[in-house]
């Protein structure tokens, strides 16, 4: 019997989430649309008086399937969402953002707090989705999506420099967490540190780390 290994995919990974701005039950009005949510590691409040705020979309052509990023400079905190441009969810997102000329977002630390990221111009979805394929497996985006993570390719995509505010995600998409399950990854909340992300069982850890090949 003969073993050979292979480098094991992350333990977990930062999900995301898209969601109606009814969820988050906030009073100020423009807080509205679809809500780009992330967990991140620093308190969200130090975020309350930022001066300067950007949101920007960008294409990431993959070697297998292109790729939609979805970035947020507030401050100095960058947070940015890697999303599967083929979900129709995504679509309905960014017509909601053009519509109301804003992008609403969450943040959360030890507590949730919202945000409201007025857009410079419109986003030019026809341009955004162009490389979209008919039919986009959610599986060959989602691996290239961790492959992504795990190079640290977001930051050099950016092209900005560290930050120690510096946070990204998955959107968790139906699409995406189908896959993820199929990569044997579950997707958890941790109420203890308000935080949403996918985690590689054990057994699948296991399993993917050896393969076994017959002797001859």
């Known amino acids: 019997m003969t073993t050979s290994q292979k480098q094991n995919p992350p333990s977990h990974i930062p999900l995301g989430l898209i969601l109606p701005a009814a969820e988050y039950g906030s009073v100020d009005q423009r807080f509205r649309g679809?809500?780009?949510?992330q967990s991140v590691d620093f308190d969200p409040r130090s975020c309350a008086n930022a001066r300067r705020s950007r949101f920007a979309t960008l294409v990431i052509d993959g070697p297998r399937t292109p790729m939609l990023l979805f970035a947020i400079q507030l401050?100095?905190?960058l947070?940015?969402?890697l999303a599967d441009p083929a979900e129709s969810g995504i679509s309905d997102a960014i017509d909601g953002w053009n519509a109301n000329g804003s992008v609403s977002m969450a943040l959360s630390g030890k507590e949730t707090h919202l945000f409201v990221i007025p857009l410079t111009r419109k986003i030019d979805k026809t341009e955004l989705l162009r490389p979209v394929k008919p039919v986009q497996s959610s599986d060959v985006f989602t691996t290239q999506a961790i492959e992504t993570?795990?190079?640290g390719a977001i930051g050099e995509i950016l092209d900005l420099p560290p930050s120690a505010k510096a946070n990204y995600c998955?959107?968790?998409s139906a699409g995406v967490a189908a896959a993820l399950e199929r990569q044997?990854?579950?997707?958890?909340?941790?109420a203890?540190?308000?935080?949403?992300?996918a985690e590689k069982s054990y057994l699948a850890t296991v399993t993917s780390d050896y393969v076994w090949t017959p002797g001859r």
Request: aromatic share 18%; proline share 0%; glycine share 6%.
């Open 34 to 37: 679809i809500v780009l949510e």
């Open 75 to 77: 401050g100095d905190a």
């Open 79 to 81: 947070l940015s969402w």
């Open 149 to 151: 993570f795990t190079a």
């Open 170 to 172: 998955l959107i968790h």
């Open 184 to 190: 044997g990854y579950e997707a958890k909340y941790v």
């Open 192 to 197: 203890k540190e308000n935080k949403f992300l």
